[in-house]
């Protein structure tokens, strides 16, 4: 059997086989998987151990479906934290359009003031550079 | 899977909403307890209802302009805190590190007051002032589409009306 797959694998390489030697030899490495690279290879596997085998890698469905649900609640957990922080400041929140718009109407002068109040200072500085440099002229 | 994605959308957009004005948010909640401090806060819907007010003085003008491109404000002031100093201090770091612009800052005798801005695309979006004083202390976050000429305006509109009212006084 050996010297006959021999003699016929010889042939396949240099490409001269028939359609039946070829299914010869397909049904010889068919029956002997360790004989072929890839037989070899996953007869190995087979007799591997794993080195720690209390561990369970797999993941099993029900697992599965406690993670989605786990990341479901951390959303909606976030989502109602974020609500609630938005709620806070709604409670300092002007009603009443009178007085909102007394409020905003001091606030913006208040802004107004500050801003000219610091333009007002440049242009004093401004002044008192020119003044400066008239003096050394 | 989907499910979840748009929830964690859904909350970052909430987020993101949120950022604006945020820096305020944070004070609200330290002061909540805190009844020396004033807190107060307008939203756009509120801005919305000043702009169908009829306008008359020149500095009314100013100030509707000014607010209809508002989207919110908030305040949170006290004139009677024994801690304002360090209170000021404390804001001008906070506000430096969430990322802010210093504008400008005035210090006289009386109270320190400092501006800073988040621009986005050459556009003031949110404006911050900072005021402390003796026993003074006050933190302002403007936010929406800001124009500072246009609110400088305001104030120099104010203080002509006021000039006007003086001479009047004279003639009579």
């Known amino acids: 059997m050996e010297s006959r797959i021999k003699e016929v694998l010889d042939k396949y390489w240099a490409g001269e086989t028939s359609l039946a ?54 959303g909606l957990l976030t989502a109602s934290i974020v609500i609630v922080e938005a709620n806070r400041s709604e409670q300092y929140l002007v009603e009443d359009p009178q007085k909102a718009f007394e409020i905003t109407k001091k606030a913006l002068m208040m802004v107004s003031n500050g801003l000219n109040e610091s333009t007002h200072y440049t242009a004093e500085i401004k002044r008192l550079n020119k003044a400066e440099e008239k003096i050394r002229e | 899977m989907k499910k979840l994605l748009i929830i964690m959308v859904a909350v970052m957009g909430m987020n993101v909403a949120m950022a604006q004005g945020s820096i305020v948010e944070k004070y609200f909640k330290e002061l909540s307890g805190n009844d020396d401090y004033t807190k107060v806060s307008v939203s756009s819907k509120m801005f919305s209802l000043f702009t169908e007010l009829e306008s008359g003085s020149e500095a009314e003008k100013e100030f ?109």
């Open chain 1, 21 to 74: 030697e070829e299914l010869e030899i397909k049904e010889y490495f068919k029956s002997n998987p360790e004989i072929s690279g890839i037989g070899s290879y996953f007869h190995q596997l087979k007799n591997a151990k794993l080195v720690n085998s209390s561990v369970d890698y797999s993941y099993s469905t029900t697992k599965k479906r406690w993670f989605s649900v786990a990341a479901v609640l951390v």
């Open chain 2, 64 to 172: 509707l302009s000014a607010v209809s491109k508002l989207k919110g404000l908030k305040i949170i002031a006290s004139d009677s805190t024994p801690t304002s100093r360090k209170m000021y201090d404390k804001a001008l770091k906070d506000v430096k590190a969430a990322g802010y612009e210093e504008l400008m800052s005035v210090m006289d005798a009386e109270e320190d007051m400092q501006f800073s801005i988040k621009e986005k695309g050459g556009k003031i979006e949110e404006l911050i002032m900072v005021v402390g004083g003796r026993e003074k202390f006050v933190l302002m976050s403007l936010y929406g589409e800001i124009d500072l000429k246009n609110i400088s305006k305001i104030a120099r509109a104010m203080k002509v009306g006021g000039l006007e009212n003086l001479e009047l006084l004279d003639e009579k």
